[in-house]
C-alpha cells in the first residue's frame, strides 16, 4: 500500500440541506412498532426516524412490500388487514381487512396486484394495487405460507396442510391457477432465489427442503436434505425460521436447521449439503451482507440477543456481536454498508457498519421487529 | 392448467392521479440524446417522458450513476464534465468540467464519492457527492478505464496503457492506493461482478480475460480465455464491446468475443469457456434479463438494427428482433417485466415486453443512446 499525497479535502457528512422540501424515496424504509400497532418512517441516508404512522392494526407478525416507484407500502398484518401506506405524506391511504388472519404478500413484477396469503380462512386474495379492490379470490385447502411474485405477472404459493404447491398467473383476463406439485408433510415457508430459477419449500413434518425450477415449463418437486441431523436430536423448536432470510451466496444456500444450533450450507448446482456451520443458538434469519461473503445470522429466544457473522468461503464464524436485547431482524443497505439490526426490548433500531462491524448511530422505536427498506422495491421474490 | 372460476375485476391500467405533485423517484430514469447533450427525464410505471433537462456538453459517449435515494444523477460526459442532476426539479445544481476527457464514473457504496475515470490527462479524480468539491486526484501512467466501486468506499480501475489494476480506499482520512496487478496488454473495459467479487479485465492487445478476486486480502491477476478464437480470422473491431453489459447467469459469464460474431460462455466457477454461440453481429450489449434464463444483445454497426435473445441454459438464440435502427441500448426494469431499447436513428425508445417479447409502447427521444432507470442506485459496481 503505498498512500497517495494528493488533494484531500476534509469529508463533512452534512445531512442534506436542500433549499426545497422535496423528498426522494429510494433511501427511506419503515420499521413495524409492533406493540404500538404503527410504522416509524426511516431515512436511510440520514440515519434517521422522519416520521410515524400509526392505524395499521395489528402488527404482531407484519411484514411489507414496495410499489415499483418506492412511493407506497402494502402492509400485511396479523389481523388479516392490508394497509396501503403513502411514504411521501407518511398517511394511510386505503385499507381493507380481508382476511380473519394474514401472514404476508407479495406484488407482481409490474406493480399493478398485490397478493395475500392467509391462514383464516386459508387462500390468496388478489388486489388491485392502486385500489385495493379485491381481484381474484382463489381459496385453499388449508392455511397459505411461502407468497412470493414470480415474473410474469405470476405467484407461486404454498398450502401447509396439504403440501400442495401452486403457481398463479394474473396476465391474461382470466387468472390462470396450476398445481405443480406436493412439497411434503407440513412445509412452513418457502423463497425464491433472487434470479426466481428456483422456489424452495421447507418442511416441519418431515425433514428436507423441496425444490421447483420455476424456469422450467413444467417445475417437478425435488427433495433434498432429506437426513440432515440425522445424528444427533432435535430440540424443541422455539421460533420457525424464517425462509426469505436464506442466503444465497458463493453457489450455495445458507439454510437454518430447524431445531438445531446449526447452519447448513447446500451446493446450489447439485442440492448436496457441503457443509455445517454450529452456531450459538436456533438460527432465524440467515441473510446476505450485499456484494460480500458474508451471512449475519439472527437467533430464537431465549438466545435471542446475539448476531453471528459466517464466511461463506470457509463456513467458519468470523464474529459474534451482542448488539442488543431480542434481536428481532437485520436490513442491509443494498449495497451492503450498512446494517440496520431491530432490538425489541431495547427499543432501539442499532446501525452497524459493515466493514467494521462497528456500530456507527442508534434510532428510538417502539418495540421494532421487521426493517425494510424502500429498495426492495426492485427486487425479485419478496 | 384450471381456470379459476372466481370474482374478476377488470383491471384498468390508469395513470396514478393522486390529489398532489409529489414525485417519488424509484421509477424515474434518464435517457442520454447524444446529439442535443441533453437529458430525457422518463417515468418507467407510466411508460412516458416527463421531462428534458438541458446544458449537459458532450453527451456523445456518457454515462450516469445515481445517489443512493434516487434524486441526483452524477452525468459523465466525453468532455469530461461531470454534472449533478437534480431528477425532481429536472435542473442541473452543479458542474464541472474536470478534466480534457472523460469515460465514466461510479459511487462509492455510502453514497459520499463520486470518481471519474478520465483519458486527458489519464488518471481517477474523486468529487464529494454533495458539493462536486475535488476530493483526490490520482494521476496515471495513461488512461483510465474500467472504473468502479467496491465495498468499503472504495474504486477499482485499470489503466489502458500499461495494464496495471489499482485499488483505492477512501474510508480513512487518506485514500489508500494499491496496484494489485497487471491485467494484460491494452485492457479496454473492465467490470465488477453483482457480488463484487470479481473484477474482470477485458483485453484487446492479447487474447483473453484477466480476473482479480476482491475478496480476497491481496488479490492477483488470473488469466482466462487465452485462446479464444485461435482457429479462424479475426474481422476488424467496428465498436469495441461495453464490459458493463457482460451477463452473470447460471454460474456463467457472457462474453462478447472482440472482433467476432461470437458469444462466449464461461463457467465463473473454473474460468473454463463451456460454449460458443453464433450470433448476427459483434456483440456490444450482452445483458441478462433480471429474474430469467435470457440474455439481450445488440450489435455493432453496420448490423446495429437486430437484437438477439439467447438462453443461458442451451446458448441457443431464442428469439431475432429487428426493433428499429441503430440500437445503442437496452435498459430492463429491474424485476425484468419489460426492456427499454434505444434506437437511435428512429429518434425512439421502444419498450418490450420481456414475456411476450412484443413492443408495448415507444417514447419520441432526440438520438437515444443510453437509457438508466434509478433502481441502478442501489446495485454494487455499477
Known sequence: MKRAALILAVLASPLWAGTDDLTATGDLGLVIERATGSLLVIDRSDRAAIGRVEGLGDLSHASLTYSPDERFAYV?????????VDMLTQTVVARTVQAGNSIGGAISDDGKLVAVSNYDPGGVKVFDAETLALVADIPAAGKTIGLVDVPGRRFAWTVWDTGEVFLGDFSGAEPLIAMIGNAGVNPFDAVLTDDAHTYLVGLFGEKGVTAFDLWDDAPKPEKFLTDYGREGEDM??????????WAFTEGQYALPAVGRHQLLWVDRATQEQVATTEMHGQPVFVIAQPASPFVWVNFATPLNDVVQVVDSRSHEVVATLTPGKAILHMEFAPRGAEVWIS??????ILIYDTRTREKVAEIAADSPSG????????????
Chains 1, 2 share one sequence.
Open 236 to 245: 424443541p423448536v422455539y421460533k420457525m425460521p424464517h425462509l426469505q432470510g
Open 371 to 382: 426493517i425494510f427498506f424502500t429498495a426492495r422495491a426492485h427486487r425479485t421474490g419478496l
Open 76 to 84: 400485511f398484518g396479523r389481523d388479516g388487514g392490508l394497509s396501503k
Open 343 to 348: 432490538s425489541r426490548d431495547d427499543n432501539k
